[in-house]
């Protein structure tokens, strides 16, 4: 997998400024105002820094911003760069500030002049969030084979105590990293015997790790799920990842990924236009994945189970009709109105699954779910569907806090008149009108009463068109920082 970038914490050594090759960066308040490092700087460029902070473009730029010197005198670096950072920045002033130094590095090495700023943590993560590249299908100079990365190095009065208080947050920004892997990757590629088998390698971080096959998921009655992937080649699988860092007997949280590896939409098949996307489908997976490493990465104080359903929604002579009925799990039955609405198919079943044997202390789902979300929020948030009101307020709060974007959607009664089925106890379409919501009124139905739920729709942030804050276009990573800070302020014991 993608590993972010090594970062080293060193003692500030301002005489080293002048032969560091690559790129230096050094902070500067927005008022003006220089630490030792940028006095430095400024000296070393015969006056560059102040001339920039004397010039119209420095008046211009807000906090945040990066200014790039290109091969200033007096320095071997090729760039000297520019962040506006104010000493009282807040966290996620530092982490975006980092990512935009990223942005500019490319594959040149970076040493950072932090000195004593106390948001270095943050710093770290954003560089180490940004820093990111997706080249394991290239050849030629654009291939990552035998590249050794650039390292970056942060300068820092007290670098122990930097890098003690960055760690947590880099396995965050490694299980990002493995969510985006995940998520990029193509469906030949990535089939659902390779995603299980890159999930058993997390048993090398402490991670029990289960994988249920057919033959056993037929025993369980998960014929719902097994619906979706009758129809490939591909057999379906349930995985299961338990991370055991809590108290004994302390009831888990239970995080559901759908891990849908291709869909064609099946029977009910897709527009040939913009179905390569549907590599995506599996984003749900890819988030609980990359947030069980994190977890396991920083030795989390939590108990928290992660379980992905791994299929490919293929049309073939043994695929899925409209108009089947098929029993759930739970025991309900389900009329497939829409092979292409697989994805509740797939939750439905894991779902009961995750209730029935571990009695969680709550549950939180993540998909790729529907268009509708992409229309009703585009791809600035995900949507955010809850049966507990003190569960989903935790996670919009640090789903703020790490910057990730989420707008909680409701849930009623008055949708479930659309899945009422004639010949089954419903049907797994609602139709156009408020299509994200009846899909969350769906699964609702799987989860017991009494036990608080959260329905994450990320089909608008789990891979964007554009570049965001911390990530460039593709896969984003989106949720497990949003994840792991609930888990964190949450779940999360002081032992």
Known sequence: MTRPTPIRFVETDLDSMAEAEGRVAVLLAPDGRMNPAARRANRLTRGALARLVDSDGFAKAKPGDVISLAWPAGLRAEALDVLLLAPNATDLDARRGGAKLAARKGDKPLVLFAASHRRVAELALGLALRDYRFDAHKTGEESGA???????????????????????????????????????????????????????????????????????????????????GQGSESPTKVVVMQWKGGRDGDAPLALVGKGVVFDTGGISLKPAAGMEEMTMDMGGAGVVTGTMRALALRKARANVVGLIGLVENMPSGNATRPGDVVHSMKGDTVEIINTDAEGRLVLADVLWYAQDRFDPAGVIDLATLTGAIVIGLGHENAGVFSNDDSLCNAFLKAAAAEGEGAWRMPLGKAYDKALKSRIADMKNVGGRPAGSITAAQFLQRFIKDGTPWIHLDIAGVASVGNDTDFAPKGATGWGVAALNRLIQDRFETGM
Request: hydrophobic share 45%.
């Open 146 to 228: 035998g590249r050794t990365p650039a390292g970056i190095v942060i300068q820092h009065n007290s670098p122990d105590a930097a890098d003690e208080a960055a760690a947590p947050l880099l396995a965050v920004a490694e299980g990002a990293h493995m969510t985006r892997d995940l998520v990029n990757e193509p469906a030949n590629v990535l089939t659902t015997t390779e995603f299980a088998a890159r999930a058993e390698e997390l048993r090398g971080l402490g991670l029990e790790v289960e994988v249920l096959d057919e033959d056993r998921l037929q025993e369980l009655g998960m014929r719902t799920l097994l619906s979706v």
